[in-house]
């Protein structure tokens, strides 16, 4: 026991004072060289930053650098998942991704700090009753469960909360219910284009390039837009609606309770 203790110990101390970081060290454990990893930055940043992220973790309930993924259980299932997509989510299938471009991806999110950036926004909030806001979460007072998704239902528009707990802190929950324009997580922005019609498309923006952009319009339909075919196109805010002034802060409060008590799949 003792000399298991001392190597435990020795390593901790290596990945803390080795020059190497530890992040590059798992990422070697798989088998994956600085090159992969490298390489995997830049197909990452054009195939999936526009969704997950400078950090991917910029989707709810799929923090990619975390090191665990719900839904693969080794680095072929994830590069299994990249290629095939996820069906009814937004998770297309990356048919343009080789092979080899798919196991760099993978390299890359092994080399990802462990454990998520979580925003930083730690002040003391009031945490209510998660019962009672579970009632109020699929209400008609406030029709969250209209947009957002628990463990199945909401719409590919709106972000599934089904991990939320485990990936957002009960300030950060409680200023998205009460300023949701203050702070829109790169994954969850929406996208504003018009054509030389002047007519005028509103979507969640999945991935744009110097030349197109490409949308989920309401409905949830897919749609494509060559810039130069366009008049303007930009940013808009969320519509996300403010609860201030629909909810008592006692409701506020309950509904953070719930919201952070859902903590996905072990």
């Known amino acids: 026991m003792k000399e298991l203790c001392r190597k435990l110990v020795t390593g901790a101390l290596a990945c803390t004072f080795y020059l190497v970081p530890c992040t590059l060290l798992q990422a070697q454990e798989h088998s994956y060289a600085p090159s992969d990893i490298e390489n995997g930055r830049g197909l990452y940043q054009a195939n999936c930053l526009g969704c997950h992220g400078n950090d991917a973790d910029a989707v709810e309930g799929a923090n990619l650098s975390?090191?665990?993924?719900?839904?693969?259980?080794?680095?072929?299932?994830?590069?299994?998942?990249?290629r095939e997509g996820i069906p009814n989510t937004l998770m297309i299938p990356k048919t343009n991704l080789s092979y080899g471009?798919?196991?760099?991806?993978?390299?890359?999110?092994?080399?990802?700090?462990?454990?998520?950036?979580?925003?930083?926004?730690?002040?003391?909030?009031?945490?209510g009753d998660a019962a009672r806001g579970e009632a109020l979460f699929f209400s008609n007072q406030t029709q969250c469960s209209a947009c957002h998704g628990v463990n199945g239902g909401g719409n590919l528009l709106s972000p599934d909360l089904s991990n939320v707990g485990a990936t957002r802190t009960p300030a950060t929950l409680e200023t998205a219910m009460l300023d949701p324009i203050a702070e829109v997580r790169a994954g969850q922005r929406f996208y504003q284009?018009?054509?030389?019609?002047?007519?005028?498309?509103?979507?969640?923006?999945?991935?744009?390039?110097?030349?197109?952009?490409?949308?989920?319009?309401?409905?949830?339909?897919?749609?494509?837009?060559q810039k130069e075919d366009l008049q303007n196109h930009g940013f808009i805010p969320s519509p996300m609606p403010s609860y201030l002034d629909v909810l008592s802060p006692d409701e506020v409060s309950d509904l953070v309770a719930y919201m952070i008590s859902l903590k996905g799949e072990e």
């Open 101 to 127: 471009d798919t196991r760099a991806i993978v390299a890359f999110l092994r080399a990802l700090p462990s454990g998520g950036a979580l925003v930083a926004d730690e002040r003391e909030v009031r945490i």
């Open 193 to 225: 284009v018009t054509n030389l019609q002047g007519n005028t498309v509103n979507g969640l923006l999945l991935n744009q390039d110097t030349h197109s952009v490409q949308l989920l319009r309401e409905g949830e339909r897919l749609a494509s837009y």
């Open 66 to 82: 975390t090191g665990r993924f719900r839904r693969a259980s080794s680095d072929e299932d994830l590069i299994r998942l990249i």
